[in-house]
């Protein structure tokens, strides 16, 4: 009896050390688990103990795996896997989206376009429970701990990571009509020279623009006038008259039908960008995963993400 009693503290302390390895924090994978940062603290110690070897660097701020606990990580999550699989096989009553899904978004299309999507969803499954960040640069979804992300531009090739793309948008330049009549409004690319512009910041550099030219991906960097991080503050520095800005169409959309924004240069900015989700490939993907995924597929071929 003893020995069975052992045995699931054992796998207890495994999927606690795997929640803990995904989301690099005690506090986070306590939260995910229902559990106390002192319990997974006493779960994580008594499995190193019993290993006898340390899995974890500990700092105040931090957690980082050592060498052992990333040969650790792998073996017990490749096991994991094997094991959500075979559930999944027993029968479509496991199939249902349950449990917390972390899914990380670009900030304006996230909040605007995704949110209420996912909301929808959240009302639909009431099981499913999400937490919700929002970035606009790629992140590793396996040193973050998100199960999924959403994210424009291409996504460069990884035998770690899974992209499905769901919808194209078109790069739109615009600017207010107060401005174009104050600086005149630009006919030729080489015109963007002379006039203000709102353009992306990230990571301490700014962004350029992706025009079409003789039907290859031109970009360039227009006078960085203004330099901002996020697409909504862009679009709205855009609307006071500040400048031109490139931004996807389904952030400028409703401007420019309300004639609060006036599209340029649409004879060469038709480039297209791909909107995708992306998620760490693993042997089987999870039923909350494939959901949240096959509705924004589907969503995405009716418009909605446009």
Known sequence: MGQRVAQVDSFSGILIFVTAAKSRSFTDAAEQLGLTKSAVGKAIAKLEERLGAQLFHRTTRSISLTADGEAYFAACSSALDEISTAETALGPRLQRPAGRLRIDMPAAFGRRILVPIL?????????????????????????????????????????????????????????????LSRRGTPRRLEDLEQHSCIVGHRRGQPLPWRFQIDGELTRVSPPPTHQISDGDSIVQASLAGLGLCQMPMSLVRQHIES??????????????IDVSAVWPKVAHLRPKVRHVVDTLVQVAAQGALD
Do not use: K
């Open 119 to 179: 909301l929808e969803i959240a009302q639909a499954h009431l099981d499913l429970q999400f937490t919700m960040t929002f970035s606009d640069y790629l992140i590793d979804p396996m040193e973050e701990g998100v199960d999924l992300v959403i994210r424009f531009g291409e996504i460069q090739d990884s035998s770690n990571l899974v992209a499905r793309r769901l919808t194209r948008q078109r790069m739109v330049l615009a600017a207010s009509p107060e401005y």
């Open 259 to 272: 004639g609060e924004l006036t599209a340029v240069l649409d004879d060469i900015s038709t480039e297209y």
